[in-house]
Each structure stands twice: as C-alpha cells, then as structure tokens.
C-alpha cells in the first residue's frame, strides 16, 4: 500500500499508467489521461499533486486545514481517481496515502463517485461516505416506440403539439449531429453564444469561444472526435439553433456533458424536440445501450426516464478521533443555543401566499 507523490504538472509521464488503469477499471472516456491531463492544464491552480500506487492513482488538491480531496473542478462529473478492479478507494489504501502526503495531514476524500464504477464501501470510524447527487440514465433497448408510448402522455402530447405550430408556422426543427473534428470549435462556438445568451451570463459560467471553458471542451471534443467518440447535437428551427448538447462516448454509453437552449424559444419546448429526436436517432441506431446524464436529476428528467441512482463521496481519516471531534465542534453549545432563540413575537394573520406555501 505505498504510494509516490509528484507535482501533478508531471501527470504527462504518468499519462501512460493513468490510461492502462482506466482501461482496466472502469473504462469511461470521463477518466481517460487525455480528459484529465487537459483538466489540470486549463483549471489547475498549480498545487494539485499526483499521487501514484500500484493498482491506483489520483490528482489531488488541498481542501481546507490537513485535507485533500480529488481534484474536482466543475467540468469534471467524477473524481479524478483511477485504479484497477482490485484497488478501489478502500479504507487501508486511502489511509496509506494520508499518510503520505506532505505535513501532518488528517484526511483525504475521493469526490464524486459512481457506485455503478465503483460499489459504496461500508462505513468504518475511520471512513465515511457522505451522498452527493441523484444522477439518472436511459437504457437504450427495444424500439424507441415502445420506450415513448411509456412516457408521460401529457408530454408527448406537449411535444406534438409544439412540433406541429412550429411545422405550420415554416419553422420544421431538424437535428443536426455534428462528429468532425474541424467541426467542433464553430459548435462549441455556437453552444456558448447560445449559453451566453441566457442566465448563465450574468454568472459568469457560461461557455465562450475565448474563456477557459470554451477552450477546454472545443480541445477535448476535438481529441475524442478524432477517436469517433464524441457527438454535437444541436435542434435547429430553421438556421436558427435552438438547442445543443455536447456529448462523449465509448463502449454504447453516451454521456451528455452539457445541454443549453434557446431562453427565447423557450415556450416551443426546443430541449424536449432535441432529446425526443436524438434518443430516436439512438434506438434506431444500434449503436449505444444507455445514455448518461451525469447531473442533478431535474423534473424533467423524471418524465424521460426512471432510472436513478445516489452518487457519493468518501472520506478517510488517519485517526478514529478525527471525524468524532469535527461532529462535536459542529454541535452548537446548549448556552450558544438557549442565546439564539428569537425572542416571541405577536402574532399576526396568515397571508394567503403564506397558506399556499
């Protein structure tokens, strides 16, 4: 259970070993070398370390006082940690390299993982797991008919309906697929003009062809596109895009990284339009056994799918004390609680919004 810990700028000489691992476990394009080895160019902060055994490796990055945790910027939907089926993040493993890593450190946390790549270990008092999201998928068996006629009728009577108005009004939705390469910086182009067109740009999140984000994903698109393993969709009204997603793939598993629309076509459904004709485009296909979604599960997820399962994080301490007295320092103390009881206030009539609430 010895590990070796290097600037994670080295990553590069240990791309090889990072990817032999990965097509040994778990085998998804979300944890190839390339994918995280762009992630630290274009996110990293310069203090990430790579952390080397034998079965496993991991970028990690420091997460407050004598903590690390997997390196995890937004883009990246699990963890960076890889490792083969006999090196899991199990307890003696992440304890070992606790140990390991430089100054006194107490703990060390994988972030972010798939209990369909990796099981959920049993909680010990010097491990834990703590839930992350609710994440769902669509498997992709039979016909597409048959999986629509169990969807929700007042959707698919939403969609019909908007279809039809847009086919009257001269303005028929196509989709378009997009898997050149020389093809992927003008979609991701497109994508982020779109994006920044919405709420996203008052946050400063949205994609553009000249920020951080729109670097990373056109480079990554066009690396996996070269493999034939990634996919733009975008629904058009026209010339007009309406709706994109950009998506990568490998062994019939498509994953959906990101979707935006169009705010301004919002009442004609154009994200409904776009994943009604690609999951089509999927089952008529052949080609893919199941879609990822890889995200907070939404409501309208639920109407497409009710396949949902618990992602989660894990946590090792170097010592049983450690978790038990962060538990105690965050109980408030009875004095502390007696003080923040709010003083009695008359009472006055409920309002109706108050009611419906």
Sequence with gaps: MSWRVFPAREFPAHAAAWQALNDRGPRTPLLDAEFVALLLEVFGTGRELLAVSEGAMAVLMPLGFARWQTFQPSQAPLGAWVSDAAHGPSEELLRALVRRLPGLMLACGVSQIDPDLVARPETTPR????????????????????????????????????????????????????????????????????????????????????NAQGRFYTRMLEAYARRGEATVYQCRYGDRLAASDLCIHRDGVIIVLKVTYDEALASTGPSFLLRHDQLQQLFDSGRFRRLEFYGKVR???????????????????????????????????PDAAVQAEPAEQPSRPESAASAVE
């Design 127 to 210: 491990l834990q797991t703590l839930d992350y999201i609710q994440t769902s998928r669509i498997t992709i068996e039979g016909t597409f008919d048959a999986y629509w006629a169990k969807r929700p009728q007042n959707m698919r009577a939403n969609i019909r309906r908007r279809r039809r108005r847009l086919d009257e009004a001269g303005t028929a939705p196509r989709l378009v697929t997009i898997t050149d390469p020389a093809a992927m910086a003008q979609a991701v182009a497109e994508y982020g003009a779109l994006e920044s067109s919405g709420w996203k740009a008052g946050g400063g999140t949205a994609i553009a062809a000249d």
């Design 299 to 333: 409501e309208w997820h639920t109407k497409l799918t009710d396949e949902i399962r618990q992602m989660y994080h894990i946590t090792a301490y170097r010592w049983a004390l450690v978790p038990r007295l962060a538990e105690r320092l965050k109980r408030p103390k």
